[in-house]
């Protein structure tokens, strides 16, 4: 598991929070905390402090799928989650010849000790798509299946023990493994790809008015940097955030070939965009969008750092289990601890009080049915 990089660490004011920064400048900073100690004082009389969250992980009843599944679409409707297709190895792992199968199995929890159970199916096989949960139901947004990616999209709901789904519009593009998030009611979606071929990223930033969905998508003004698939959207403080990804790009024999992305952007519908602390290690396919903690920060759950890219799958040891909070308004990063899970390829979603994770993928090839929950 790969942790900060060697010159970063973090300036550790106490009671209070962690400001990250280079060995050398964090050393010039020592000197300087009698002085910050009084300005963060004044801060506190001023009003509110910034505060360094914890969270406290347990599980969830396991999947019914035993294999597991990467890249379900996930969410909640009339207090039920709901988690639907996917995609895994159920025979051979893939260095053994193996072939990725795509899923459209539904199964519902009811409850957090109840039992999950067969809920019906989606229209087709599905997985890498966006998923997002509305007063009205979950939206699913793209995604793929083995052989194309798809601009459908949907809704489903879970009404009187009955799985009900239907159509919503189509995006403009095909398009999977994209981030997406809904900020005031409206839902957002960036980047990905439009075919399992392509060799760039979407550039591109989709906006739906959930309150008039058949006013169909539009295109907005895209983030500064470049386009970029597998990043964390997240949403706080009527704005928009864009965390890391992977860009593509064109390597030997005409093959693409991911560059992993740091940068991180700030989106207001009201003024555009702006660029960001940049995110203090590579971070691509990460659980999201990123949970909210409080009003403060935004999660980033881990994610592929980009550590173990030449390692064997016998050698590999997972992806990574830090967890990384955004301070909105510092506009700096602080480190959590890590969690006892590293999922990738997977959503996140709020339920009966909890941020969720149902499964993922924990290493090349291999899935998890297991589910994790932090109050």
Known sequence: MRRLPRDFSYLKIPGCFSIGVSRPISMCFLGLIPMMMV???SAVNAGSPPRLHTLEWHELPMLPNREGVAAPFAGVDDDALL???GANFPGKKPWEGGTKVWHDSVYVLER???HWKKAGKLPRPLAYGVSITTNEGVV???GSDANRHYAE???MQWREGELRISSLPSLPVPCANAAGVMLNRTIYVAGGISGPNEKTALHT?????IENPTSGWCRLDAWPGPGRM???AGALHDSLFLFGGTALECGPEDQPVRKPLIDAYRYAPSCGWKRIADVPVPITAA?????ALGQTQLLVLGGDDHSQVNVSHEKHIGFCRQTLAYEVELDIWTALGDRPFAFVTTPTTHWAGRIVVPGGEIGPGIRSNRVWAAK
Request: net charge negative; charged share 5%.
């Open 140 to 142: 699913c947004i793209g």
């Open 39 to 41: 300005f963060l004082a």
């Open 83 to 85: 988690v639907a297709g």
């Open 112 to 114: 957090p000790d109840g």
């Open 153 to 155: 999209c949907f809704q």
């Open 205 to 209: 930033l989709w906006s739906l008015n």
């Open 230 to 232: 597998l990043a964390v």
């Open 287 to 291: 659980p999201s969008p990123a949970p």
